[in-house]
């Protein structure tokens, strides 16, 4: 159930029966020579719809950019700024929350963002704990890539090429997502290297063509069908006991 | 072209012939008893994906949550508040100009959202006029609604009942671009009333089903395919028109 | 009635008639060649006083500065951010709001205030919203020039050189204001361009003395005068109108 | 001078000559059972005209809105927030430092004005001191009622009674400025309490008519003219030592 | 009693007995050639320190990072930025006021600091008086070195010598509070210049050593025991008297 | 070395040998019924100056407030905003950063802390990502708890009875640094328990004592003791690392 694709009296009929919500939030930054600058956005999505559809979940539309500022040195990167990204997040809850909506599960893509957002439901609670009314909120971000099912089939399949940015397992998803999209390519080196980093000029001297520590050029469609199965399974499992909290 | 669709090395190419770039912009909010919550969003994202094509011109991530807080009293309804919006657009902006991009066409499908973007385009343009660096940017916001030949055929099709909001033109076009989500209905009255009006609760009060002065049970999958192709010849006619701004 | 020309309890007095208030808005800002930097606080200021007279309206102090930032390369234009000019406008809508005031009708001068202070409405419209308490508030923004017996006599007086910045109306109406400071003067060429810009420096390279598409050469005291008169009648009516809003 | 009243090749003219402006600051606030509610806006707005014409100063247009938030409780009082009163004066200083103005003076008839605008000096030189471009800017915020000559006469017409909120001076000053705007008034208590005060309800509890420690039952026009030639006095001499500073 | 070294069941007993707080609130920067960048911080922590003993009075963290924009020309001065600044005391404040403390006593080393607290506290009672809850607030900010005792004792001690910035005063109270820190130098000039000053680089460049019109070279670990303890007993006098404040 | 002890002619000198400088940064919340509330302040603070002293590091003020909204429904608890925190963090980086420093380890006492100073560094960083210049900052946030000999000997001493707030490793190195504040105490569960939370209502309803799974009956100053040597070894280690990064 995409949110965007319900009219207003099937929310209303849906909040009689769920207060919960799933939120893709993903980025728009370089992947790699040769990943999609979408990855960190579509892996989320397509996960979501997924589960929105198993389990008759609402599916709020995918928040496409994130704070990705180190990658701003590679062309086509956009970024929000850590700021501008807390009040997006701020907003999307409280509006929810006006609605009635009490479980609200943002379902990340990008490493990047888990900072931000977390500072974001910090803000979003203290509204209530400095003092305003008490809040029934539950919030929650989890990555798709963290889910155990998903964290062994990596290891299994990549073991020590998966690396941190522009790994074999995103790039893998992003082709079963669009099959048509796959850019099979050898990369030199083959492993990109690993290193703390300052801002995005000094990303892109430390990992020039984009890559940390992966090897992209291991990515199959076939690898993203099974992780997005995998993904799918861990998501509707933690979304589950998330609604449970109350 | 789709940005998300694209590798880093891609854009420094499109970049090499092209400083321009459309970004599709909406809302989420109730569109009336039958319309797609995801109307706003749904309409400049088809078209601006059609004139991408066509014109070998890259097409941004849709920007989906709009200024819309005159909206919250229906469920499923979000929004950004407006200095979030402003925050959103001069970030990307910033984003972009960082890569070089001087030409950036707001696609816009949210009459809530036109206030809003033109004080978030007299922020970015301050920076420079404020006394920092002189800035290239020239920056458009087109509302799909007001090409020229979009205007005629809406009044032709729908004279006095397109109204405001939960139009039926812009409930074709969600229906041409997603068939199976359309949702006849006969609607009483047939007309909704028009008026001013001040916060979300003033705005459900005057309008206890969500339109302003519509009558979306005339919308029709073909009207939405004939307002898609004439959407579509306007803004490549106007983007054409605003690249070529010095 | 100008507030600043008022007691206290003579505004307790005031409220118990009447939750009414006109709060001129302008810009100081240059207007072109022979053009007094405050015209657009003074037209508004001169109008809202002589309604406020004739009618007993609350006039509010001018807001003499406005949303300017693309006037900044002409020596003497001061502006305010748009996040500032938002600021402000909340704030003196939340003073009024705390007497009782209902209705607060800003009466602008400048047009490159109309996108902020819409965003200000929804700004100020957002805090309830989102979840606050219901607003009373009614605000609107009308401009002195877009009444519908000033619409017609400009175009009567002064046609296709009317154009968009340092019009004769405005300028003519600043004579009959302060008549010790008309400027008349011949300027080349006689009618100014007219075309899109971005920052403050792009408006001056496109625009070397500030006009935009006008010929204020024809501007006279007595033009003004009867501009004037247009303008409070049209102003009445509307002022009048807006109050019946519940 | 009146900036409003000029036009930008004369402002151009000015800069040639001279780099300084003063800036009239001042508050639209309840003054009493009798004082004028822009008491604070007219005095020292009066006074710059004044200095302006005798020593050919550029006078800008008032800041007739200050921090006066503790005035709210009583009805026809506006404040700006501090937060909004420092980004005003931050837009103005700019504004007019893309100029070429380096001496700003502001001319103040508030003291809950003081504290903001000196945060906001402090805001402004911030830019330059963590790392910016070194600053020209000389900033100074003075209050006519504390020029060596007035505080004598001050003391010599009202001694005791002067007190510290709605003064037989200011009164008597705004009646010189407006003398058909006088109401002479007998109050009770002849002196009004002094106290410290929290919030604005705080406020009127403590201080039931809105004066602190003043009898302005003593204000007179002829008191009023006196003083205002001693605040001039007093203001060009402080004026052009605040120009010689380099 | 040291918030820091209480447990918040002992907090819940204070607070049955009494509702004040003192909050010290300092500063990190260049205190001449020969005082502790801590100067600021130390000098009413110390003090606090010995109010909260000997009246049983709890103490809140020291805030050692204050205003200090202007010294920032001179290594190891740390600032916060006025809006920053505002925030904090703001979230202190309120993080307090939900516990029920009532009166707020911050107790202030640096003069830079006076402007932005007292804006901090405006900001503060602003969201009652622009028509949330009454706020039952006292809020008040001392300076050290202000107290009858104090103030005596320094012209005693330093006449002239005392100065605005590095004074003996200070120097001296810190080599109380840290005699193996004691640094006595003969300074060039004796009697550092005074003047008005910008950003931080012309601070330096009047200011050379960073002193203003001080002689710290007359500071003796004698006189700052002395000084303290006419702090301790004007603070006791002037915190007692505060409490009473309804 | 602290820094507060230091004058600025020494800052210089050390800047001619070094760019790193540890910033400790804690919290000032509620430990449980028996732990001090200034805990997460006190930890990082007695590790980070005896760094300082082996190693002749400076050390900056200890930032005693940290990000704990959750804490804020038990008595003494304080908390800046994640917006506050990221503003001051920003100002302290940046006024270091103007006097050369280049290296700024901040060294931390409380989870809480960890995403909204991330955030703020991402702020810091898109300064220049966002196309400002480029900058040679790195920033570091270390966790005194992380440490690898710490987290060795913490489960040797406490295993599953460490917990994740107001640990028995924490309250002992609190009693190692303060042994006349040790309040052994029997506490009734012996374990407390775990769950997610939400505001600081919801934390103290879940948690009625403050623990979260800790079992701090087991502190003992000796405990305090050996953690402090092993995470003093630690972060020698860690931050001679991090010097080394160019």
Known sequence: MRLQLCTWPEIETYLARSTGIIVPIGSTEQHGPNGLIGTDAICPEVIAYAVGERTETLVAPTLSIGMAQHHLAFPGSLSLRPATLIAVVRDVVQSLAVHGFRHVYFF??????????????????????????????????????????????????????????????????TWHAYPEQARPMTLTPRIAPTAAFGDARDYRRRFPDGRIGSDPSLASIEAGTRLFEASVEDTIEDYRAFLEQD
């Open 108 to 173: 990340n893509g990008h490493g990047g963002n888990v900072a931000t957002v977390q500072a974001a439901f910090a803000e979003i609670h203290a509204d209530s704990s400095f003092g305003g009314e008490a809040s029934p909120l539950r919030l929650k971000l989890a990555n798709w890539y963290m889910g155990r099912r998903v964290q062994r089939l990596s290891r299994e399949l990549f073991a020590d090429s998966e690396g941190h940015h522009a790994t074999p397992s995103e790039i893998s998803l």
